[in-house]
C-alpha cells in the first residue's frame, strides 16, 4: 500500500494533465491537417499545405507579434532592471513593501488595467483632452492605434514578471563578493560590470522567458489599444477559431506560433550559454 | 540610508516613478467609478457620485457575468487545491516512476501559451463534440491553475522535517490521521498562497476562457464585449470592490504570517 501511495496521490493529476493538456494537443495536431468547413464537417486529408496557406496569409501579423514582443521584453528589461537592483541592494527593511506596490496592479484584472490604459490614452480623454485644450498638443495629436500604444501596453501588463525574477538573482548575491571586488580596486561600474551583472543573470534569463512568450501570443492589448492597423497573431488565432470557424488555419497558426516560440526559446538558451532550459526556466 | 549617494537617490525616485505608473490605471479605475457622470460615455469628470455603488447590480448581463465568474473561480479553486496539493505531496515527499515526466508536464502547462491552450482544448472540444459551458470553463481553469498549486505545495513540503510524521506514525496514529494532524496543518501557507493564486488566475482569465466558454458570459468577457459601447460606470465599482478585497486578504495573509514567524 505504500508503494502505491505516490502513485494514488498523482493520478487524479496525471489523468487531468493528459485528457486537457496532451490529448488537445494532439487534437489539434490533427486538426490543423484536416480540411471542410464548419457546417459539412471536418475531414482529415493530411493537407500539410494548411501550414504554408495560413503561415503565407499572416505572416505579416506573425512577424509583426514577434517584433512587438520582442520590443517590449527589452523595454521591460530596461525599465525593469533598475528597480530589482534598487529593491534588492538599497530597500533595507522595506523591501517587502516595494514588492507588494509593483504588485498591485495584479489585483485588478489584465483587461480591465487595459481598458484603463485605452481610456487614460483616449484621444481626447482626460489626459490628452486637457492638454489639447490648453493648446499644449496639436488636435490631432493621437496614441491609441498606434503600435507604441499596443508595445506599451504589453510593456506595462508584464513589468512585473520581469522585475520579480531579477530582484530575487539580485538579492541571493552576497554584498560581500561586491565589497571584495572593490578592495581589490574594482570602480563601483566595474564590480557591477564584472560581479553583479553575471550573477543576475540567471534571473534576467528566466524574466524574459517569462514575459517575452506571454506577450509575443497576448490578443488583448492589440484589440484594446491597437485599432484595426496592428493586428497581431493571437487576434488572427482568436477570430479563426470564434469567427470564421476556420479550425484548421486557426490550429496550423497555433502549432507555427508554439514552434517559433520554442525555437527562439533554445535559440536564445544556446546564445546565454545555459545547458538545459527546463533547469533555467524553473529556478 | 545615512550618505546615501545621488545616484542611489536617483534610483529611489525612479523606483517611485515607475511604481506611479504601474498604479495609474488603477487609480483611474478607481475615481472614474465615483464619476456623476450623464451621457453613456464614461470619459470626463463630471462631478462626484456614491450612485454606481447603489445601482451596482441594475445591468442584470453584467450581474450573471460576475457571479459566473466567482462562482466558476470558486468550483475551480477547490478541484485544483485538492488533485494539486496531492500532486505537490508525491512530488515533494516521494520516490516513483515517471517523476521526471510529470515535472515535465507542470512546467508545460506553465509555459504554453494561453493561447495556445485555449486553442488547443477547443480543439478537442470541437473534435469531441463537447458542448461549452460553465463546465469546460472550469476544466480549463483547474489546468491553468493546478501548476502553481503543484509548485507552492512542493516547496512547502520539501521543507518538512520527515521525522514529524514518523514521529506520529510511531505513535500509534493512522495514515490519514497523520496526514490530517501533522502534515497538513505543516503544509498550509503552500496550500492557502496555491488556492489564493488559483482564484486569482480564474477571475483575471480572459484569453483561455474566450475558447472555451460557449455562450456563458464571465466578468472579463462581459467587459470586453462592452468596450465598443463604452464601460459602465459599475464594472469600475466592481473592480474597485474586487481590487479592495484582495489587497485587504493579502495585507491580512502578510501580518499572520510575521505573527506566525
Known amino acids: 500500500m505504500r508503494r502505491l501511495t505516490p502513485y ?22 490533427s486538426v490543423s491537417l484536416q480540411t471542410g468547413n464548419a457546417i459539412d464537417g471536418f475531414a482529415m486529408t493530411f493537407s500539410f499545405s494548411n501550414y504554408a496557406d495560413a503561415i503565407g496569409a499572416y505572416s505579416p501579423q506573425l512577424l509583426r507579434s514577434l517584433l512587438y514582443g520582442g520590443l517590449a521584453t527589452v523595454a521591460m528589461l530596461v525599465i525593469g532592471y533598475p528597480v530589482a537592483y534598487w529593491i534588492a541592494f538599497k530597500a533595507g527593511h522595506r523591501k517587502s513593501v516595494y514588492l507588494f506596490l509593483l504588485l498591485l496592479p495584479f489585483f485588478v484584472s489584465f483587461v480591465l488595467r487595459t481598458i484603463s490604459w485605452n481610456f487614460l490614452l483616449s484621444d481626447n480623454g482626460i489626459l490628452f483632452g486637457t492638454l489639447k485644450d490648453w493648446g499644449l498638443l496639436p488636435a490631432d495629436f493621437h496614441v491609441l492605434a498606434t503600435t507604441f500604444a499596443v508595445v506599451g501596453g504589453l510593456t506595462y501588463n508584464f513589468l512585473p514578471f520581469m522585475i520579480l525574477p531579477i530582484y530575487v538573482a539580485l538579492e541571493r548575491v552576497d554584498p560581500r563578493v561586491v565589497e571584495a571586488a572593490q578592495d581589490l580596486y574594482a570602480t563601483r561600474a566595474a564590480a557591477f560590470r564584472r560581479v553583479v551583472l553575471p550573477l543576475s543573470l540567471p534571473g534576467v534569463f528566466a524574466g524574459v522567458l517569462m514575459t517575452f512568450v506571454p506577450a509575443t501570443a497576448d490578443p488583448i492589448n492589440a484589440a484594446i489599444l491597437g485599432g484595426t492597423s496592428n493586428t497581431m497573431i493571437g487576434n488572427i488565432i482568436q477570430t479563426e477559431y470564434l469567427t470564421n470557424l476556420d479550425y484548421p488555419t486557426a490550429s496550423a497558426l497555433s502549432f507555427t506560433l508554439m514552434a517559433v516560440l520554442l525555437v527562439g526559446i533554445f535559440v536564445y538558451a544556446r546564445a546565454l550559454g545555459t545547458e538545459n532550459v527546463l533547469e533555467a526556466a524553473a529556478r | ?69 466567482l462562482v466558476i473561480a470558486l468550483v475551480s479553486t477547490v478541484i485544483t487545491v485538492v488533485i494539486g496539493t496531492m500532486l505537490g505531496l508525491a512530488l515533494g515527499r516521494h520516490r516513483f516512476r515517471g517523476k521526471g515526466v510529470t515535472n515535465f508536464l507542470v512546467f508545460a502547462a506553465i509555459s504554453t501559451p494561453e493561447l495556445v491552450m485555449g486553442a488547443s482544448l477547443l480543439s478537442l472540444f470541437v473534435s469531441g463534440n463537447v458542448p461549452r459551458d460553465a463546465n469546460t470553463i472550469i476544466v480549463s481553469h483547474v489546468l491553468f491553475s493546478l501548476s502553481f498549486v503543484v509548485v507552492t505545495v512542493r516547496a512547502r513540503v520539501v521543507t518538512l522535517d520527515p521525522s514529524l510524521e514518523e514521529a506520529a506514525r510511531d505513535l500509534g496514529a493512522t495514515a490519514w490521521g497523520t496526514f490530517r494532524q501533522v502534515t497538513l496543518p505543516a503544509i498550509m501557507p503552500g496550500v492557502l498562497a496555491g488556492a489564493m493564486l488559483s482564484f486569482a488566475l480564474s477571475v483575471d482569465d480572459y484569453v483561455v476562457t474566450s475558447f472555451v466558454n460557449g455562450s456563458t458570459v464571465t466578468f472579463p468577457l462581459w467587459i470586453v464585449g462592452a468596450v465598443k459601447t463604452g464601460i459602465p460606470a459599475q464594472v469600475n465599482v466592481m473592480g474597485t470592490l474586487i481590487f479592495g478585497i484582495g489587497v485587504l486578504i493579502a495585507i491580512a495573509n502578510a501580518v499572520a504570517t510575521r505573527r506566525r514567524t
Not at chain 2, 525616485?13 to 483611474?28: D, F, G, R
Not at chain 2, 472614474?32 to 445591468?59: A, H, M, P, V
Open chain 1, 8 to 29: 494514488l496521490l498523482a493520478l487524479p493529476s496525471w489523468m487531468w494533465l493528459a485528457i486537457f493538456l496532451v490529448v488537445p494537443m494532439a487534437a489539434m495536431a
Open chain 2, 1 to 69: 540610508m545615512r550618505g546615501a549617494r545621488f545616484g542611489d537617490r536617483l534610483l529611489h525616485l525612479y523606483t517611485w516613478l515607475v511604481i506611479v505608473w504601474l498604479s495609474s490605471p488603477i487609480a483611474v479605475m478607481i475615481l472614474f467609478g465615483f464619476n456623476d457622470k450623464r451621457s453613456k460615455s464614461n470619459t470626463t469628470w463630471q462631478g462626484f457620485t456614491l450612485r454606481w455603488y447603489g445601482e451596482l447590480f441594475d445591468i442584470p448581463d453584467l450581474t450573471v457575468a460576475l457571479r459566473n465568474t
